[in-house]
């Protein structure tokens, strides 16, 4: 979900953005009146994520998978290599991209998920010991359908780059310790079809593979992210979602509710037998709570009945199944409160 207030100043203003008479989709993205937005977003999304001057924003098309492909053309060459850390669904995609781009021989991966006991717990590798020239190494610290986050920070001989499409902006991070962060927008930010890009100013002279000028950061920098026309409406949302976070007290703030909202669902699927996560606690998001039926034929009543009742977007994706409750920051405490009563309501009323 986005935030309702920003929702709704998009639908004030739909017609006529700014005094201008018209929609803020229909202006040009060279009038100074849109560069004047987009100057404002950069620098507000450097005040939430208090961004050093070394690094470039960059607002590019094609979400998180659109990244997975520029990072490898960026930053690659060809003859590079490049390492992977897989925890989840995401990074195994970023993994198959990377390959079908480079090949196999250049990216090499490292499963740092242990499934002992059908718990999923996160082992991160000692990678100074690791001796091999890495351009880069990719990893994603928070894997939204398994529903698995890293809090830890890596310790990395070689450039970070983190795919944080589902945790952006969720909790405080150290921007200098990273090469280069992206995100798709659509969780975290604003509407889908734009990415965020974050990255090191040295990282632009790496050896580059061929590509689309569009996947170019270079050509991005150079071009203030208008190489050609931006999603200016999608840019302008996110620029409104940067406005509300502030508002709310910065990142810091927004995290403390985000810990709240996490520690209320998990805390009570713990307590409760009808429900079980099986995500070791150090491990578990919180940004996408996942959680399973011990029974699980009553999956179809549980999603029908939380409709029912208002709750929405609670299956878990197909590929693992169960049940999956994302709580980005625009959730508020009050939703999370309301799922936690249905879910209460409902082991009561089915518990045999
Ligand atoms: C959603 C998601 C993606 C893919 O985003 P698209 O915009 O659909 O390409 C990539 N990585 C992570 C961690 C995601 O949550």
Partial sequence: MLPQPVMQKAQEELLDWNGQGVSVMEISHRSKEFIALTQQADADIRELMNIPSNYHVLFMHGGGRGQFAAVVNNLLGNN???????????SSSAVEEAKKLAGDAQID?????????????VVLPELSEIKQDYRYLHYCPNETVDGIEIFDELDSPWPIVADMSSNIMSREIE????????????KNIGPSGLSIVIVRDDLLQYPQLTQASIMDYRLAVKHDSMFNTPPTF?????????????AQGGVAEVAKINERKAETLYGFIDSC????????????????VTFYLKD??????????????GLVALKGHRSV?????????????????????FMKAFADKHAA
């Fill in 321 to 341: 199944g169960g049940m999956r409750a994302s709580i980005y920051n625009a959730m508020p405490l009050a939703g999370v409160e309301a799922l936690v009563s």
């Fill in 296 to 309: 699980e034929s009553l999956n179809e009543a549980f999603l029908a009945e939380a409709k029912a009742a």
């Fill in 234 to 246: 999608a840019w302008y949302l996110a620029a409104e979602v940067f406005k509300w976070l502030k």
């Fill in 175 to 186: 921007v200098s310790r990273y090469g280069l962060i992206y995100a798709g927008a659509q």
């Fill in 80 to 90: 590079g290599k490049a390492l992977y850390l897989v925890d989840g669904s995401w």
């Fill in 273 to 288: 037998d009808f429900y079980e996560n099986r995500v070791a606690s150090a491990n578990r998001s919180n940004m996408n």
């Fill in 109 to 121: 991966t490292l499963n740092i998920v242990d499934k002992t006991d059908g718990i999923s717990r």
